[in-house]
């Protein structure tokens, strides 16, 4: 491993003097002291005398900052316009420094040059623990460096890389680092440019990785396919406490895929989603993984497209949820309204930690207006419930029966009959039926109003089957790339996982059942102690297969999707022709005949074959009675 030091870069930097200086400028300083002196002070260099003839070496300004504050474990040196340079100087002074452990360079655009300088003093300096190098255009080649120094550095334990101007194709450095580093706790990659298939990549992470504790993917472009593939390595993650996905667009999708990994994942406590683009039917969907939740204390919503319904919905599953661990939710950008309020109320008494940060009270509820009546319909409908032709109401006043009648006296007929319309209602049924202001009403148009209200409601109904169908293939579809991309992320280790599988049992802290695959059969045969009928009542009944027949195979049952059936009977793929084996495990001999087993000790025993083996018998039995009766009688 080569390491940095000042010696080595004083034969490389010979040369980085300017030209305005004077050539002697490098003994000024020791022009009063002798040979002895020197190098007794160059045993005894402390790390501000490095700093400055590093700083004089490279050609730049030293920062009074950090001579002043060398000994604070804390250098805060944000916004000092280091550059390159300056960070290679400060480089320098710090390969030996013992007191530093936070070392803070925000804003300094010391590119991918002076990450590298930082990186190989990284590689000597174990006494740094805290990095920050946000907004110091770093790009891919600054991000090639940090990540080669996580592969081998053992202090770090959090990197701040926010507006570093990284993308999509430089995910993988990360991800390769942390696969084997599990010190690292916190990880800072907000303001960013990853999109979708970063997305994939920071899914892969969050699978893989066993150390990270507190992530940063605010201000990136993940939008729907990044954000199912990362909820789908958050749902097998074990280890995030806090996630930042703030200013990233989920959408209701990513709504819809979160929720799905908040129904496994156990370890998250902090979820921040503000500004994603959700609405109040995203929140529906984030509640179906809040209801299966026990570990996430605080959600933030806040100026998302909610209304008083949502945060109904929110309220909702906390004052279902007993077993909740929600203590903040912060949307406070929406008014709410009186429910709201009550409801809340009645929720804090059974959970007093509870704390919702809301707009304030004077939102509403969003009501459909009532649909406006035909009026057509209204005529129609009131001639059916009479028996009535068009002709036979309006006889009186269309004389001539051309069913064209003056307007002033369709109004009158119709204001003097018991048809309820209002006077609207009448104006505009007379705009219908008198489109050319000819003054006159024909009411022709009348006799064609159901077929065109059944038309009407066919179209309706049409549009709003095609709207839920394509309402569901979305979220099929989502939820089908989600599955896909938790099979892609998971380790080779798979793990069965089953949602509030062991809710019911509250004796221990565990809330979900992992097995590995490879045991899962042991665990089924250990919690049955006989493989008997009356054990197996509910489940597959291994029937056995006689003279050839194929056997009778009954349908599988929800509760048996964990069950196969040869584990549960290994010995009868084994068996050999001769013998079978009944519904107990119990090897039998077809000679010995199933009239031994008795059917009302054992009902679920008997077979189909089994029935029919009896039927010859029977059958035998009446022949020989014929033979007996014929001989009697030729005696």
């Given amino acids: 491993m080569s390491t940095l030091s000042f010696e080595s870069l004083c034969l490389k930097e010979d040369d980085c003097l300017s030209p305005t200086q004077p050539q002697d400028m490098e003994h000024e300083f020791d022009t009063d002291l002798d040979s002895d002196e020197k190098e007794e002070s160059d045993e005894e260099t ?22 002043r504050n060398y000994e604070s474990t804390t250098m805060a040196l944000s916004h000092h316009g280091l550059g390159p340079l300056g960070c290679k100087a400060l480089a320098i002074a710090l390969v030996a ?251 804090c008494q059974q959970h007093p930690g509870l704390d919702v940060q809301f707009g304030g009270v004077g939102g509403f509820i969003a009501k459909k207006p009532p649909p406006r009546v035909d009026p057509m319909k209204v005529i129609q409908d009131y001639l059916d419930q009479r028996k009535l032709r068009l002709w036979d109401f309006f006889r009186n006043i269309d004389k001539d029966g051309t069913m064209r009648v003056p307007v002033a006296d369709f109004r009158k007929a119709v204001q003097q009959s018991s048809i309820p319309l209002d006077r609207y209602q009448i104006e505009e049924l007379i705009q219908r039926l008198d489109r050319d202001r000819t003054g006159k009403v024909d009411y022709r148009g009348l006799a064609d109003t159901r077929k065109q209200m059944m038309r009407d409601h066919r179209r309706q109904l049409r549009k709003v089957e095609s709207r839920q169908k394509k309402e569901k293939q979305k979220s099929d579809r989502i939820l089908k790339t989600f599955q896909s991309a938790v099979e892609a992320v998971t380790p080779r280790s798979s793990i069965v996982i089953s949602p509030g599988g062991a809710r019911e049992d509250s004796s221990g802290p565990q809330h979900f059942s992992a097995t590995p695959l490879s045991s899962w059969h042991h665990i089924v045969m250990s919690n049955s102690s006989r493989y008997s009928v009356t054990n197996l009542s509910n489940e597959h009944v291994h029937l056995p297969m006689l003279g050839g027949t194929t056997p009778y195979r009954p349908t599988s049952s929800p509760a048996m999707r964990s069950y196969s059936q040869p584990n549960l009977l290994d010995d009868s793929a084994r068996s050999t022709p001769g013998k079978s084996i009944s519904a107990q495990g119990i090897r039998s001999d077809p000679e010995m005949g199933y009239s031994k087993l008795s059917p009302t000790a054992y009902p679920l025993t008997r077979s189909r074959p089994a029935l029919d083996a009896k039927q010859p018998a029977v059958k035998a039995k009446s022949k020989k009675a014929k033979k007996k009766k014929s001989t009697k009688r030729k005696n």
């Fill in 46 to 67: 402390s790390v501000p005398e490095v700093y400055l003839q590093a700083c004089k070496l490279v050609g730049v300004v030293p920062v009074s900052y950090f001579i």
């Fill in 97 to 347: 420094d013992m007191h530093i452990n936070t070392l803070e360079l925000a804003d300094n655009h010391i590119q991918a040059e002076g990450a590298e300088y930082l990186m190989e003093m990284l590689r000597a300096n174990f006494t740094v623990q805290h990095l920050d190098l946000s907004n110091n255009y770093l790009q891919s080649a600054g991000a090639e460096h940090v990540t080669k120094v996580l592969l081998d550095n053992i202090s770090l334990k959090s990197i701040k890389l926010s507006g570093n101007g990284f993308t999509d194709d430089d995910a993988k450095y990360f991800v390769d680092a942390l696969l084997t580093n599990s010190r690292l706790k916190e990880l800072d990659l907000s303001h960013n440019e990853f999109c979708g298939k970063g997305g994939e990549q920071l899914g892969q992470l969050l699978a893989n990785n066993e150390g990270l504790e507190v992530l940063d993917l605010s201000w990136n472009h993940l939008r729907m396919k990044g954000a199912v593939a990362l909820c789908a390595g958050l749902k097998v993650n074990v280890m995030l406490t806090h996630l930042d996905l703030s200013w990233n667009g989920f959408g209701n999708e990513g709504a819809l895929a979160m929720g799905e990994a908040l129904k496994f994942n156990n370890t998250l406590m902090h979820l921040n989603l503000d500004n994603n683009r959700i609405t109040n039917e995203g929140v529906g969907m984030l509640c179906r993984g809040l209801e299966f939740n026990d570990t996430l204390r605080v959600l933030l919503l806040a100026y998302n497209s909610l209304t008083v319904e949502g945060a109904l919905a929110l309220v909702n599953v906390v004052k279902n949820t007993p077993r909740t661990a929600l203590e903040e939710i912060n949307i406070c950008n929406v008014l709410v309204n009186e429910t709201f309020v009550h409801l809340l109320e009645v929720t």
